[in-house]
């Protein structure tokens, strides 16, 4: 059973908070300033150059991939980690598209985040081959799973709504139509379980600064499923990725495994923040933060419910089909989470009238939702976000 008392212990979290946006970036572990420190001071000052080798920076990418490997469900040496999640995508996007060269459709749903998307246009502007994003309902991907599709490309859970896709069947679907699957893990990777390997995903891309708790800025992960690892194509070519970095050949000749997915230098402080963020990970049992997520949004969605009659629930209520966060629709929500806000409650807003609250078991307790709801209540109740100062919009909402 895992400890969420010694779990909580591990994480710096501001007096008179709650903090309820882990889904968009995770709580300090305390460790990780040390780490960071020591790295700075003891590899970066002392060792300079030599780091690369005798502190293992070079080799932190595959280390830290194999870490993230376990937690989702993912043969070691698959899964590697550098750049930002958007550059992840369009590397996963492309070599899928590469791996199809007769079809032209990427397919994907509405509820991805913009960004996957975005890159995905990026890709296809950058291709010139005539290839086509089509974008449908979350609810409708089944039935556009179709023999013209190059790659299925889906966030398993929605950023906005918490709904979770069913990763097996569609990969199942999508592979009796000769489609391959790019899976995002964004809300995924350390919110629930996942079995990448079980399910038979091609690729999959996530970041670390959410439920990973690796800092802002944090670099993402990619996976590439062993039978494919080998031939992939790799569009960003970087030298990191050469089998050979340091014989500087004029050519380039990918490295023979997954770390050709690798491209360019890799943030080291960010990655002692990483890497002490993962040795939380270790203490806990991804079963048991499945299940007392599952205990606390329940208890959220409940509680809230029960007294704030004006939020409308935007997650699905069966534990099941969500991720580990839950959102309420208000017309005035963006005000009403800078109340929230000012009240120590703190969640995000999504447009147009979203708000968003992770629940994240690492650091979140049963008296932690119980003081969440209460707060929430007397908010909406006593109408305290309808003041002009909670309408002004930040550029990070
Ligand atoms: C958070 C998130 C991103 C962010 O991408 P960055 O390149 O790290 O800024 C991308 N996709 C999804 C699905 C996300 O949830």
Redesign the pocket.
């Known amino acids: 059973m895992t400890d969420f008392a010694a779990t909580k212990a591990m994480f710096h979290l501001p007096k008179g908070m709650i903090y309820l946006d882990g889904n968009s970036l995770g709580a300090l572990p305390r460790a990780a300033a040390a780490a960071v420190a020591s790295t700075i001071g003891d590899e970066w000052g002392e060792m300079l150059i030599t780091g690369w080798n005798k502190a293992g920076w070079m080799a932190l990418p595959m280390h830290l991939g194999d870490r993230i490997a376990g937690l989702i469900g993912a043969e070691p040496g698959h899964v590697v980690v550098g750049d930002?999640?958007?550059?992840k995508?369009y590397q996963a996007l492309a070599a899928g598209l590469d791996m199809r060269p007769d079809r032209r459709v990427i397919l994907s749903d509405s509820g991805?985040?913009p960004?996957?998307l975005y890159m995905a246009e990026g890709l296809i502007r950058a291709l010139d081959k005539g290839h086509e994003l089509r974008v449908v309902a979350p609810e409708d991907v089944a039935d556009h799973i179709t023999d013209d599709v190059a790659v299925l490309m889906l966030?398993e859970v929605d950023?906005r709504t918490g709904r979770r896709h069913d990763m097996v069947d569609l990969t199942q679907r999508a592979h009796a139509a000769g489609v391959v699957t790019v899976w995002?893990l964004?809300?995924s990777a350390g919110a629930l379980p996942v079995d990448l390997a079980g399910a038979r995903a091609d690729f999959a891309v996530g970041?670390t600064y959410?439920y990973l708790n690796g800092g802002p800025g944090a670099p993402?992960f990619i996976y590439v499923a062993p039978r494919h690892a080998g031939q992939i194509s790799t569009v960003l070519s970087g030298w990191q990725g050469h089998t050979a970095p340091f014989a500087f050949d004029l050519d380039y000749r990918p490295n023979a495994g997954a770390e050709r997915l690798r491209v360019g230098t890799p943030p080291i402080l960010q990655m002692a923040a990483l890497n002490a963020a993962l040795d939380i990970w270790d203490m806990a049992d991804m079963a048991d933060v499945r299940a007392k997520s599952m205990a606390l949004t329940d208890m959220f969605i409940k509680g809230v419910e029960a007294t704030c009659p004006m939020l409308t629930l935007n997650s699905p209520r069966d534990a099941q089909a969500r991720g580990s966060q839950v959102s309420f629709a208000f017309k005035d929500g963006y005000g009403a989470m800078q109340a929230l806000i000012a009240r120590g409650v703190v969640g995000d807003f999504r447009a147009p009238d979203i708000m968003r609250f992770g629940i994240t078991p690492l650091y979140i307790d049963e008296g932690d939702v119980q003081g969440a709801i209460d707060i929430i209540s007397d908010v909406m109740n006593n109408r305290l976000w309808d003041r002009p100062e909670y309408k002004i919009r930040a550029a990070v909402t």
């Open positions: 930002t999640l958007s550059i995508v991805n985040f960004t996957d966030t950023y995002d964004a809300h970041c959410k993402a």
